[in-house]
C-alpha cells in the first residue's frame, strides 16, 4: 500500500511543479527582488499571491478557522470531525499517522496541556489556496504554535499543508503534511 501512495504523491509533486512553473504569470503586484532586477529576467521576479477562487480560498479559510477553533479549545469531538477517516497525517519529527493514530496523538497532547494554554494562530498572510479538480483543494501556509511558559507566551512556527476533500458537500482533511519544526 505504501509503493502505491508514494507513487501517487510522486505524481502529484510533478504535476505540481510543472503546473507552477507554466503557470507563474507576473501581475501589477510584482515584486522584482535583488538591486539590478530587471522585468527582462522573469527568473529574478516573485508575485505576490492571489486566489485563483475567492469563494474557495474563503471556505477553506473557514474550514481552517473551524478545524483550529477545535484545537485551541481542545474539543477532540469538534476536531475530528474535520479529518477524513482515511487520513494521513505527515511530520516532519513525528513520521507517518493514520486517522486513529492522528486522534490519539491529539488526546494525549490535549491531556498533556491542559494548563499551559496550547493554541494555534494562523499566519494570515502565509495562507495560500489552491483547488483540485474533481476533489477538493490544497491550503498551504504557516502557523505558530504558543503556549504559556514561566507566564509568557512561547511560540514556535512551521508550515504546513492540508489536502482538503469535499464529498457529500462537507469539507475533510485527508492529508496533513506539517513540516520546518
Excluded at 512553473?21 to 499571491?49: E, F, I, M
Aim: proline share 3%; aromatic share 10%; with cysteine.
Amino acid at each position: 500500500m505504501k509503493p502505491v501512495i508514494f507513487s501517487i504523491l510522486s505524481i502529484l509533486i510533478f504535476i505540481l511543479a510543472i503546473g507552477c512553473n507554466h503557470s507563474a504569470k507576473p501581475n501589477s503586484d510584482t515584486v522584482l527582488s535583488g538591486k539590478n532586477d530587471t522585468t527582462d529576467n522573469p527568473s529574478l521576479q516573485s508575485t505576490k499571491y492571489s486566489p485563483i477562487s475567492k469563494e474557495l480560498y474563503d471556505e477553506i479559510s473557514h474550514m481552517d478557522s473551524i478545524m483550529f477553533a477545535a484545537f485551541n479549545a481542545h474539543d477532540l469531538e469538534k476536531l475530528k470531525a474535520t479529518f477524513s477517516k482515511d487520513l494521513e497525517f505527515y511530520h516532519d519529527k513525528g513520521g507517518l499517522a493514520n486517522y486513529e493514530q492522528t486522534i490519539e496523538n491529539f488526546r494525549s497532547l490535549f491531556e498533556k496541556n491542559k494548563n499551559i494554554g496550547l493554541r494555534r494562530k494562523l499566519v494570515k498572510e502565509s495562507l495560500e489556496v489552491y483547488p483540485i479538480k474533481d476533489y477538493g483543494a490544497i491550503e498551504i501556509g504557516e502557523h505558530d504554535f504558543c503556549h504559556l511558559e514561566n507566564g509568557k507566551d512561547d511560540c514556535g512556527q512551521c508550515k504546513f499543508v492540508h489536502t482538503w476533500q469535499k464529498k457529500d458537500g462537507q469539507w475533510k482533511v485527508t492529508r496533513i503534511v506539517s513540516y520546518d519544526h
